[in-house]
């Protein structure tokens, strides 16, 4: 029930924020948020991680409608509670990095608020219909928010992310609805149709049935070349939208692949890794150079993001321990550092300024007028860029270990793309808050809010401490892979 | 152990909360100094009748990936203890009461990073310092302003960035082959992790890949010719505190690279590309000699000069792999060789950086001047100022009584029963150092006094202050070099 | 009082209160609360009369046949027709008001009638009962050109349409030598071209009713032109009787002739039918300016839909279809009444007429999300149970993979002009100026009618077993112990 009260904290909150005046708005909105991650977070700690232990805790199983074999089915394993704590830090963060808007807030914390109940649904579920209903709420609020509080180019950002969303799910649900018919076993219930005494579905229908639903899914994680909704889709956003696109909703997408597609197909799955991981790999290193080429700094984040999810895809494809491991870490990892990413560019810096290009922006001396966010933003750069110390090293490094056992020759583009990343980021750092040369005096700046602050230091803070501890969120993440849903992808091999 | 990475920390933190720059400044030479005495403390209480790795401390970090926080040290890691503790606050003294509290903060940072490295046990520990250590230079490099700088301290950081990913590609490798990071385990597989490599991958090429790759790595930051482009850049274009740092102590740690990690893993290896390695160390020694000669910036200069110091450590190094160890007549040589390394490598690192410090001190003076034909004759204006840099101009040089020679000497010894043609032609590096330092000497302290610096202030009393531990340290080591010898006699 | 009359007593009361209110209108000249109240007060009686004394048995050798499924189904058109009288009342003028209701009351027991039968005579009896009043009041504007030529053009293609119904039933008839569903089932295959020939017609003039592609040409224009309110009972009311009488043809009737995806029979026609009318009505609505019209491309796009879900062949499907087209007809009434309550305000129901409607009015425009993201299939709506429900039924015939995936694709892309619709609405900010500026003077029955349709639509979405299961329990075999009693002794 735990699990539940994540999602109605949130559905119940955006209610209230939609009745109650619009001064309290913003601060409904953060309870709830803030709600939502207490539940998460106790969830976590509360999960039993012994070797003995069952693999999915808190487990609410409901019947919903037995005439299709749909049922009301939650829980979470380690996978899902490291995913669902992430949800509620970004959540938390994004309320904090909203709490200037001005314009007509109660539409816009409902909305947001909807996103985060979606999200927290998706993680927990365990029947295909219900983890598809929390899959399409997610859809249409991001629309709203982005053409109404949107910027550049909005209503086409928002119509073409929606839309990508939109035919992601649509094959998603196409996938999920031949697999129901086709199981024979008329029910929804994904451990009932993933279970190994099952026999498991044909080659033929695997074959197509794989890339399908994969590719659903993948679309929303930033699949190359299904990506370029994105960059245009997080640009146009308000920060907090693009905190959670790029946060959280990304990683609904990997997410899906991993429990669904991946489990129920191993004979598809097999068929297809190689050619996703090349796309994957693809996407690391394309993704990567074209954000060096980047003028406005919110595109570079952007970019840097779909560099960011190849890595999580690459790892996923190389069905060891390691590389899964590590790519869920990386859903995390990279669900905080973009966030951060995204809150400065968007909160601290564009709000303020107005201009995203970095070369007007290297003009105004920002390391001088906004410290904070100077310092944010390199403490940002340097967890992307995969330096010790910070959640990414762990999770990249792990993942390009699993990357060498399984497809050793993927690791020079995957390692070119860490190199370009470190040279964007490190660029794009350099020239917007500390170009050479002195700078004429800086038009003074409004300085950063406290809540700003806050925001920027909870998130700072979940980098650097998976960083130094990683095993606090790895050991669950590794435990999940033993059950027997997790079990059939790991084939073979040492870890 | 621990203590000591985190006492530059803890003065770090102070420095960047104290109030005023000069309180931060003061608060952290306290600290470093302590530092200094702290590892001071530890050379003392090593025990050399048992040698080996002491002062362990060990604790499980994360498990599942096999990464442990392990530290520990033996002769040669104090020794580069010792040297980072020196130099440290020699550079950052030699900056100057004016300097920005950042970079206060930085140098601090940078040297609890580099006892990191220096005392790592585990490749990811090891590594995470390594790559921790380039965002305190990067910056430090970068922060004389010009756009040159810029360039080059990004420079640096991608190709150094570059290498260390190579390096940890191969330890990858080597982890999924044998199962752990652990060095020192590592270390005692020897020649079988090759083989491991290879088995493991089913491939015959496997072992020479990680190989390639980790050399790769080290190659990057010693450096070896051909990648140590981005050096002269960075060193030329950083202000002179931060050189000394880069040039004492960050150029150590290619070194240290090499006699940790790839010589005990790989021995067959570079047993068997000991011809292709020497003519590489051979290259970077004439190479950079060559260039050296023909520039006319001291610090570029300088920096050439650097590298070709620690190429006559390649050079060393290489000759040691070169003969493997049970043929007893060649013991005697890999001894000699082997101490004569890591003495050059403290005495260069003191050297150099006592040079550039005097480097920044004209600089300072002239306006930012440093090309050699611009002075002249400075041993009549600034006669003290002449002498100390001459002192350590000819230490550089390996003239007899100076800290420089009893390391040159010894690798020269060594290699040449060992590798007997590699020495003679590096030799040639030895005559040609010789021509460019004197020249260098000849240019700014003999010769007619240009007009304009009849006025050359010599060196301040707190300078000379400063300056004089590192002088007496090149006489005390040139005349009795038993003090660091009795330190690692069993390397 | 003899069992038929007493079964049919719902109906009666019916026909009671529309004679009455015809009067009432003729008598009084501006009766308009009177004649609303008399209307609603009859139509609850006759709802009243259905849900707690319904008739159960077969008359007049099948002409009349009151299941359980067509209780169920009477109340829902008796339902829908209500709400037609309350829109109806808020939008309609003065002039022939009484008349009005008048006719949808006559339409409403058309709808009934057409529920309750299995025989084809019947059938087109009480089609024609239905369509004639439904074409009179789309041609209650009759001093516009547009709508009158709507109305003009509804009446031709539907007289035509039911020309063809009748010859094709006398055809029927004359091979079979029966009017009878049941007894054409036991029929064997279409061997006779004449047989079959009045198949292909019947089909047509139902086709025509559901507004599926071919037979759609006069939807758009009808919708738009015709008066709110009536468009309401047109798209509601008359399809879900529609759909229900298809669905008793087919696979009451024609059972035996369905054919599959390799074999000629009706299965692949309305496959081929049901893919022209999806692509047909989502890609059209791509482009359109005015709201109605997009209903109603709408409405051909989710009778495409419908016919997937007979196309299948198997009378499982029945209940698929049903939830999905009750749940249809209670969004696009909503949306509908939002549509005519924008209209007082706004004076058209253009796009631009939506903008800033969430300032002005924001419960409506969340109603309106609601309706327009129903239809758009998003959960947690009804609107996306039934199609999942539908699809799923359908994919039990695996030779429907293409169709389903082509539904799957363009349901998808349908979100896109939904998206827009509500863009206007909850997006764009009114005109300056605009008549949105002081709050909407809108008719509070409408709105209290329209919250409660879309919190009905909500709640059949999270919990699709309140509508799910008497559809399914009404399907089964009745026993003994559940015959109904009758009102009247």
């Not at chain 1, 959540?91 to 985060?116: D, E, K, T």
């Not at chain 3, 800033?356 to 239809?375: D, E, N, Q, T």
Request: overall charge neutral; charged content about 10%; glycine content about 10%.
């Amino acid at each position: 029930m735990i699990l539940n009260a994540t999602f109605l904290a949130a559905f119940l909150g955006a209610a209230l924020v939609l009745a109650l005046p619009e001064r309290w708005a913003r601060g409904v909105a953060l309870a709830a948020a803030l709600a939502g991650l207490g539940f998460a977070a106790s969830a976590f700690s509360g999960y039993d991680n012994a070797p003995g232990a069952p693999h999915f805790q808190f487990v609410t199983q409901a019947p919903w409608v037995p005439a299709l074999g749909i049922s009301f089915h939650t829980g979470a394993d380690g996978i899902s509670l490291a995913l669902l704590v992430l949800t509620g830090i970004i959540a938390v963060a994004g309320v904090l990095f909203s709490w200037n808007v001005a314009h007509r807030p109660r539409a816009f914390f409902a909305f947001y608020l909807v996103i985060i109940g979606g999200v927290y649904g998706v993680f927990q579920s365990f029947d295909l219909f219900l983890l598809f209903v929390f899959y399409e709420i997610v859809i249409i609020p991001k629309y709203f928010l982005i053409s109404a509080w949107g910027s550049t180019n909005r209503e086409y950002g928002a119509m073409k992310l929606t839309m990508y969303s939109a035919a992601g799910s649509a094959l998603v649900l196409l996938a999920i609805l031949a697999t129901s018919a086709a199981s024979g076993a008329h029910t929804f219930d994904l451990l009932a149709l993933a279970d190994p005494s099952r026999a498991s579905f044909a080659p033929a229908f695997q074959a197509w049935v794989f890339p399908v639903m994969f590719v659903g899914f993948a679309v929303l994680a930033g699949l190359w070349p299904l990506h370029t909704w994105a960059p245009t889709g997080h640009v146009a956003a308000p920060t907090a939208v693009s905190m959670l696109l790029a946060g959280v909703v990304m990683k609904l997408g990997s997410y899906g692949a991993l429990r669904v597609a991946m489990t129920l197909f191993p004979i598809g799955l097999a068929q297809w890794k190689f050619p996703i991981a090349v796309l994957a790999a693809a996407g690391i290193l394309l993704g990567a150079l074209v954000a060096l080429a980047q003028r406005d700094l919110k595109f570079t984040v952007g970019y840097s993001s779909i560099a960011h999810m190849g890595f999580v895809l690459l790892g996923l494809m190389t069905l060891n321990l390691s590389g899964l491991g590590g790519a869920v870490l990386q859903m995390f990892s990279h669900g905080i550092i973009g966030g951060l990413l995204f809150a400065v560019v968007g909160r601290m810096i564009y709000d303020r300024t107005h201009t995203r290009d970095i070369a007007e922006l290297g003009a105004m001396g920002l390391a001088r007028t906004l410290p904070f966010a100077a310092a944010t933003f390199t403490v940002a750069s340097v967890a992307s860029m995969g330096l010790p110390g910070f959640s990414g090293f762990i999770a990249e490094f792990t993942i390009l270990k699993g990357a060498w056992m399984a497809f050793p020759p993927l690791l020079i583009p995957a390692g070119l793309g860490v190199v370009v990343t470190v040279a964007f980021t490190l660029i794009a750092l350099q020239r917007t808050f500390f170009p050479a040369g002195e700078a004429p005096a800086p038009p003074p700046l409004p300085p950063i809010t406290p809540p700003e602050k806050l925001g920027a230091l909870l998130l700072m803070a979940a980098t650097l401490a998976v960083g130094l501890f990683p095993s606090v969120l790895l050991d669950p993440i590794l435990r999940s892979f033993e059950s027997p849903l997790m079990r059939t992808l790991i084939q073979g091999g040492p870890r | 152990m621990t203590i000591l990475t985190l006492i530059p920390l803890a003065g770090a933190l102070l420095a960047a909360l104290l109030p005023s720059p000069r309180a931060a400044r003061t608060a952290a030479a306290g600290f470093l100094f302590a530092a200094l005495g702290f590892a001071l403390f530890l050379a003392l209480g090593y025990d050399r009748a048992a040698g080996g790795i002491q002062f362990v401390e060990r604790q499980e970090w994360i498990p599942a990936l096999g990464v442990e926080y392990f530290v520990g040290a033996d002769g040669m890691s104090l020794m580069l203890l010792l040297l980072t503790t020196f130099v440290t606050p020699f550079a950052l003294l030699a900056a100057g009461p004016g300097i920005p509290r950042i970079h206060v903060v930085l140098i601090l940072l940078l040297e609890a990073t580099l006892i990191g490295t220096f005392t790592a046990l585990n490749f990811i520990h090891w590594f995470l310092f390594y790559e921790l250590s380039l965002v305190p230079a990067f910056l430090l490099i970068r922060s004389s302003g010009t756009k040159a700088a810029t360039a080059a301290a990004l420079r640096f950081f991608i190709y150094t960035l570059v290498g260390g990913l190579a390096m940890l590609i191969g330890f990858l490798a080597i982890q999924i082959a044998a199962g752990t990071f652990d060095l020192v385990r590592l270390a005692g597989l020897g020649p079988s992790l090759d083989g491991l490599l290879c088995a493991r991958f089913q491939w015959p090429f496997a072992g020479a890949l990680v190989f390639a790759g980790i050399f790769l790595g080290l190659a990057v930051k010693v450096p070896i010719v051909p990648f140590h482009t981005w050096l002269p850049d960075a060193y030329a274009e950083a202000p002179s505190p931060v050189t000394m740092l880069l040039t004492g102590l960050m150029s150590k740690m290619g070194l240290y690279g090499f006699l940790r990690l790839l010589l005990p893993l790989f021995p067959q290896r570079m047993q068997e590309l000991a011809a292709p390695l020497l003519w590489l160390a051979l290259a970077t020694i004439l190479l950079s000699a060559f260039t050296a000669l023909v520039q006319t910036d001291l610090k570029r200069m300088l920096a050439y000069s650097s590298i070709n110091h620690l190429g006559y450590c390649l050079l060393g190094i290489f000759a040691v792999a070169a003969v493997p160890a049970g043929a007893s007549s060649a013991s005697g040589a890999r001894d000699a060789a082997m101490t004569g390394v890591l003495l050059q490598i403290f005495n260069h690192g003191l050297t150099a950086s006592a040079l550039f410090c005097f480097a920044g001190f004209l600089e300072a003076r002239s306006g930012g001047l440093r090309g050699l034909r611009d002075f002249g004759g400075l041993r009549t204006a600034a006669p003290v100022f002449a002498g100390l840099m001459g002192i350590a101009l000819f230490s550089s040089l390996g003239l007899p009584g100076l800290n420089g020679f009893v390391g040159e000497f010894l690798i020269f010894s060594g290699t040449f029963h060992l590798v007997p043609w590699a020495a003679a032609i590096a030799a040639i590096g030895l005559f040609i150092t010789a021509v460019f330092l004197l020249n260098a000497i000849q240019n700014l302290f003999t010769g007619p006094l240009p007009q304009r610096w009849a006025k050359f202030p010599d060196l301040t009393r707190s300078e000379v202050a400063l300056a004089a531990p590192a002088i007496a340290l090149m006489f005390v080591l040139g005349s009795y070099p038993q003090v660091l010898i009795a330190l690692f006699n069993q390397p | 009082m003899s069992p038929l009359l007493a079964a049919l007593a719902p109906e009666a009361v019916l026909l009671v209160t529309a004679l009455a209110v015809l009067g009432l209108g003729v008598s009084i000249p501006r009766a308009r609360n009177a004649a609303t109240s008399l209307a609603l007060v009859g139509g609850i009686l006759s709802a009243a009369t259905l849900r707690f004394c319904p008739g159960g048995g077969v008359f007049l050798g099948g002409m009349i046949s009151l299941t359980p499924l067509a209780g169920i189904l009477q109340l829902v058109v008796l339902g829908l027709a209500l709400v037609a009288i309350v829109f109806a009342a808020d939008s309609f003028p003065d002039a022939h008001f009484a008349e009005a209701l008048a006719l949808i009351l006559f339409a409403a027991l058309g709808m009934m009638l057409l529920c309750a039968t299995d025989d084809l005579l019947m059938i087109f009896l009480a089609l024609e009962l239905t369509s004639l009043p439904l074409y009179v009041l789309a041609a209650f504007e009759k001093s516009r050109q547009a709508p009158a030529e709507a109305a003009l053009k509804y009446f031709l293609v539907g007289s035509v349409s039911a020309a063809f119904l009748l010859y094709g039933i006398s055809l029927i008839f004359g091979v079979t030598g029966t009017t009878n569903l049941h007894a054409l089932s036991s029929f064997p295959g279409p061997g006779d071209p004449l047989l079959l020939a009045g198949m292909v017609m019947v089909l047509c003039g139902f086709a025509f009713k559901v507004a599926a592609v071919p037979f759609q040409l006069w939807a758009p224009d009808v919708y738009e032109g015709a008066p709110t309110a009536a468009a309401a009972l047109i798209a509601s009311g008359s399809k879900v009787a529609a759909v229900f009488i298809l669905a008793k043809f087919l696979f009451g009737g024609l059972g035996p002739w369905a054919g599959s995806m390799g074999a000629p029979g009706w299965a692949p026609v309305l496959a081929v039918a049901a893919a022209a009318s999806m692509v047909l009505g989502n890609l059209a609505a791509l482009v359109q300016s005015n709201v109605k019209r997009l209903l109603a491309y709408s409405a051909i796009a989710n009778g495409g839909y419908l016919l997937l879900g007979l196309a299948s062949g198997e009378p499982a499907s029945l209940p698929a279809v049903l939830f999905y087209v009750i749940i249809y007809a209670l969004t696009t009434a909503g949306a509908f009444g939002v549509v005519i309550l924008v209209e007082k305000s706004r004076g058209g129901s253009r796009l631009e007429d939506f903008d800033g409607l969430s300032k002005s009015s924001p419960g409506l425009a969340i109603c309106l999300l609601v309706f327009l993201m129903s239809l758009a299939g998003i959960p947690p709506l009804a609107g996306f149970f039934g199609k999942f429900y539908l699809f799923a039924t359908a994919l039990e015939n695996p030779g429907l993979i293409w169709l389903v995936a082509l539904a799957v694709a363009l349901n998808a892309i349908s979100l896109y002009y939904y998206l827009i619709v509500l863009k206007h609405a909850l997006v764009l900010p009114a005109p300056d100026g605009g008549h949105f500026a002081a709050p909407a003077p809108t008719p509070t029955p409408t709105r209290a009618l329209v919250a409660a349709l879309a919190l009905l639509v909500l709640a059949a979405g999270l919990f699709p077993n309140l509508l799910l299961t008497p559809l399914t329990r009404s399907l089964r075999p009745a026993t003994a112990a559940e015959s109904a009693p009758a009102c009247l002794p």
